[in-house]
Structures are given as structure tokens and as C-alpha cells.
């Protein structure tokens, strides 16, 4: 667990103030020339991308939705990586799976007309991320099999205008996403698994870039001028370098030129050298979960469905994550510093199964009363309790949350990582009026919580108390 104390902010202040101070006597006009200066400007190079501060409305935001859909949605069947284990790993399930559902001779292309959306509402979708509490929704303009949500020019035949919904559905979410002032992100695989000059590529040991040009550039070029993204969320990097990939040259483009350049957000997934250690914020691996506050700007994507990102029909209950499930994962990576990506797979024809809705609508019942402690929060000294079972801290301001997993058989609370003063004050989120709290035998504080039947508090599961005046 790490903290700053006031003496090492003090020490970085002094050191802003030296540095200015400097600049001022050896620069002589120094008043305008940094007044004038030119905007920075980043090299194609992750030293130099690296350094750029993350725009601050992502850290603010806390949670979004993850959207997976496409073609995959149409067989909806064992995951998103359908055509992969199919035609790629040939896995006998799957290939027993299409002889026994689909006519001889049928291609993974013949999905492609199934694939209509009828019943895609996009601003149905919006609302339900908007009640959910999301403040971002990433939808998948492009997974790992080509197949483009947009009228990509150079996705010819395999794109969501000439085939399929022939609609453009990037563009329709984002219109209603934004309308309800959410952020939108698109995700974005930079690998096809069956492209013909991706294969090409590959078998010359990504020496040459022939995939490169003819569509991830074009198609990354064009997804940011067309759309305007807050976030780019890139995927499909491992098996190749960065430089195969081109993705500085892309990134200081888009840091230094692009229409989005002030407010974009990209993750890690740059490169098979990338992940973990270059990019914007970091993800990681899928489902990445620190054990303590990591350095840097992370988040965990993770999905409602534990089996797969995209919609199948052979999902059961069992593997649907539990509302306490799912709150518990955002209390700890919003503790931790993270953002929480919580995704859902909608249906061929464009309709969230209740079961997602209601987990999503759960999220949003829970922020309703805690967002306090979530949005715009910041991790405190402290995250975690050690001693009392899951209680998670956060901060903002002059306020620290704790919220705890498990109400106290006896009804007391205990915390021993606040220090009380004298003008210590405890709430619950949720709850009028103060309660009361006495100090620790070790120190800390020991708060009495309200005496309610479970269906009087205000959240069924991660109550929290709010306190003032601690250090
Ligand atoms: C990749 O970047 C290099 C250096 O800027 C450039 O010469 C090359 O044409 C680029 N390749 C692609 C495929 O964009
Ligand atoms: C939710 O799922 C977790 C993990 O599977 C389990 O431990 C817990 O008992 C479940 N909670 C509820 C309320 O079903
Ligand atoms: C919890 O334990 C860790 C490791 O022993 C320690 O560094 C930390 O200060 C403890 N936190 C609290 C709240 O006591």
C-alpha cells in the first residue's frame, strides 16, 4: 500500500516552484515565452507517448459499459472466438456444432446475412447504460474477425452497411450515447485472424506490413476522423511487435493532430511489448485484478457472462456473475485506482437479454446511493482493511469512504486505519443523520450502525460510511 505524506507534497511543490523560478532568470522574458510556447508535441516513440498525461475524465469516470457485438453474435455459441476454434483450432465441439445446425459446405461468411440488428434500438441501449451508471459505453467496432459496425471503405463486403443490419451502427450508438452526455469508446482489434494479407504478413515474420497499410491504418485513421472517440481501446496486438503494427506513429498522430487529440484516451494493447508497460491507461491482461494500488492508471474489463465477451446461447446462471459479485469488483478496482469495464453481449438482432439489463440496472441502483464514493474519487492512503472482512477505502476531498462487504453480526463497525480528531464525523451514504462511533481499543474507530431490518437500508449489499475529519 503506498501514500504520499504532506512532506513529500511539499517537496514537489518546492520543486515546481524552483524549476519555475529557474526558467523565469534564464530564459529572460520567460512570462511570455511560456505564454507562447508552441502546444507539445509527441514523437513516434514510447518515451515520448508515454509522458503524456492522461485526460482526466477517464480517472473521473469509474465505470463503463463494454459492448461486445458482431458476426460472432450470430452463432452465439461457446464465445466470441467461434470461427477461431472452429476453423482455426478446428475443436472437434465446434466442428460437431456446425455439422449438426447448419447446412454442408457452410462458411463462417454465410453468418454474415444473419446478422440483421432488427431490433436495434440504440437509444433503448443508451438509456440502459445511462441507468446503469455508466459514465463510457465501448462498443467493439471490429473484433478479430474483420468483420467492421461501420461502412469501413476498405472492409469491402464484410462491413455492417453492405451486409447484415446495412446500417451503420457505430455511428447510431454513438449519437444516442453522447445525446445522454456518456463518453464513447471504440474497441478495436488490430489483428484479423483469416485476413489474406494478415496471413501473408505473418508467414514473412511480420517483416513486411501489407495488412498494415491495406486496413488496420486506414481503418484506425478513419474510425477517429469519422467518430471522434474519447477512447480507443485496442486489442489483437500479441502476436506481433509495435513496430509491425506502426502503433506510435498512429498514437502521435493522434495525440498531436487528430480532431480528438485534447480528449482521447487509448489503453496498452499496442504491441505483444506493449501491454502493462506502454500506452495510455493500462489493462493489462482480460480481468486484471492488482493486489495492491499499482502506479499507474489501469482498468479491469471484465464480463457479466463469465464464459465469453460476445452473446451465446448456451449460457446458464451459473456463470452469470451475482449482483454482489459484480459491485464487490468495482469497489475494489475503484480502491485500487482502476476503472471497472463491465461487459454485456447483445443478440444478432440487437436486443440486451434481461439478465444483463438486470445487472446493469442493479450497478445503477447501487450508484444511485454510492456513486458519492466512486465517481470522481480518489484511492486514499489506505485501501483495504486488514483486520475487519472486505472493507474497501476511497477519498474525496476531505471525505474518506469505507465500504464494507459484510454488515457486522453485532452491528459495529470496526476500522482501524483512521486516525479520529476532534472533528471527526461518521455517516451512511443513504441515511439521514450522523452515527455514532466511540475509538478503538487499537486505535481506529468502532461505528454503531443503524439498527434496520435489511429491506430498511438504502443498499442491499456494500453500505458505506463516510467519514470526516480523520486523518
Ligand atoms: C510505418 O511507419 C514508417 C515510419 O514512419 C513509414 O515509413 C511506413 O510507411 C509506415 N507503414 C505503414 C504501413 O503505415
Ligand atoms: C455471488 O457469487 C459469489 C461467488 O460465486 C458467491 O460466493 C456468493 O455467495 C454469491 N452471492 C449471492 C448473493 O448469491
Ligand atoms: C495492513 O498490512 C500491511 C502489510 O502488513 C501494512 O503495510 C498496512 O499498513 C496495514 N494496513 C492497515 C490499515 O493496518
Not at 518546492?14 to 522574458?29: D, I, K, P, T, W
Not at 464484410?158 to 456518456?182: I, M, Y
Not at 477517429?224 to 506502426?246: A, F, M
Amino acid at each position: 500500500m503506498r501514500e504520499l505524506r504532506p512532506w513529500q507534497w511539499a517537496v514537489r511543490a518546492a520543486r515546481h516552484l524552483l524549476l519555475l523560478l529557474l526558467s523565469v532568470l534564464f530564459l529572460g522574458e520567460a512570462g511570455s515565452t511560456l505564454r507562447t510556447q508552441p502546444p507539445r508535441r509527441y514523437t513516434p516513440d514510447w518515451q515520448s507517448l508515454d509522458s503524456r498525461p492522461l485526460p482526466a475524465w477517464f480517472d473521473e469516470a469509474k465505470f463503463g459499459v463494454f459492448v461486445h457485438w458482431g458476426v460472432f453474435s450470430v452463432p452465439a455459441w461457446g464465445s466470441e472466438w467461434f470461427w477461431w476454434h472452429w476453423q482455426g483450432e478446428r475443436l472437434p465441439r465446434y466442428e460437431l456444432f456446425v455439422h449438426e445446425n447448419y447446412p454442408p459446405g457452410f462458411s463462417y461468411a454465410d453468418f454474415g446475412p444473419q446478422f440483421t440488428a432488427r431490433f436495434f434500438h440504440p437509444d433503448q441501449w443508451a438509456d440502459l447504460f445511462q441507468a446503469a451508471g455508466a459514465k463510457y459505453v465501448v462498443l467493439t467496432t471490429k473484433h478479430h474477425e474483420g468483420f467492421t459496425n461501420w461502412p469501413s471503405p476498405v472492409s469491402w463486403n464484410w462491413n455492417s452497411q453492405d451486409l447484415g443490419p446495412h446500417r451503420d451502427l457505430v455511428g447510431e450508438l454513438g449519437t444516442a450515447v453522447r445525446k445522454r452526455n456518456l463518453r464513447y469508446g471504440l474497441y478495436h482489434s488490430l489483428l484479423e485472424w483469416f485476413h489474406p494479407l494478415y496471413l501473408l504478413d505473418k508467414k514473412n515474420g511480420f517483416k513486411t506490413q501489407n495488412f498494415v497499410s491495406a486496413k488496420t491504418m486506414p481503418e484506425l485513421y478513419d474510425l477517429v476522423t469519422r467518430y471522434k472517440p474519447d477512447l480507443i481501446w485496442s486489442d489483437g496486438e500479441w502476436e506481433s511487435p509495435d513496430t509491425y503494427w506502426n502503433s506510435t506513429e498512429f498514437l502521435s498522430w493522434l495525440y498531436n493532430d487528430s480532431p480528438v487529440k485534447d480528449k482521447v484516451v487509448v489503453n496498452d494493447r499496442w504491441g505483444q511489448n506493449c501491454p502493462c508497460h506502454h500506452g495510455g491507461y493500462y489493462n493489462c491482461q482480460d480481468k486484471f485484478k492488482p493486489e495492491s494500488l499499482p502506479d499507474h492508471k489501469w482498468e479491469m474489463c471484465t464480463s457479466i457472462d463469465k464464459m465469453s465477451w460476445g452473446y451465446r446461447r448456451d449460457m446458464t446462471v451459473s456463470h452469470i456473475m451475482n449482483e454482489s459479485e459484480i459491485i464487490s469488483e468495482l469497489v475494489q478496482t475503484v480502491s485500487l485506482g482502476g476503472n471497472y469495464l463491465l461487459n454485456i453481449g447483445p443478440t444478432k438482432d440487437g436486443l440486451i437479454m434481461p439478465i444483463f439489463q438486470e445487472r446493469l440496472l442493479a450497478v445503477g441502483k447501487w450508484l444511485s446511493i454510492s456513486g458519492e464514493a466512486i465517481y470522481a474519487s480518489r484511492p486514499w492512503r489506505v485501501q483495504k482493511e486488514n483486520n475487519t472482512k472486505a472493507v474497501w477505502y476511497t477519498s474525496k476531498g476531505l471525505a474518506v469512504y469505507a465500504i464494507f462487504m459484510h454488515w457486522p453480526e453485532n452491528g459495529v463497525l470496526t476500522l482501524e486505519a483512521p486516525i479520529t480528531t476532534s472533528t471527526t464525523k461518521v455517516t451512511m451514504l443513504g441515511v439521514q443523520g450522523p452515527l455514532k462511533w466511540t475509538v478503538g481499543l487499537k486505535g481506529g474507530l468502532l461505528v454503531s450502525l443503524p439498527r434496520w431490518a435489511p429491506s430498511a437500508l438504502p443498499v442491499e449489499f456494500a453500505w458505506t460510511v463516510k467519514l470526516t475529519g480523520v486523518k
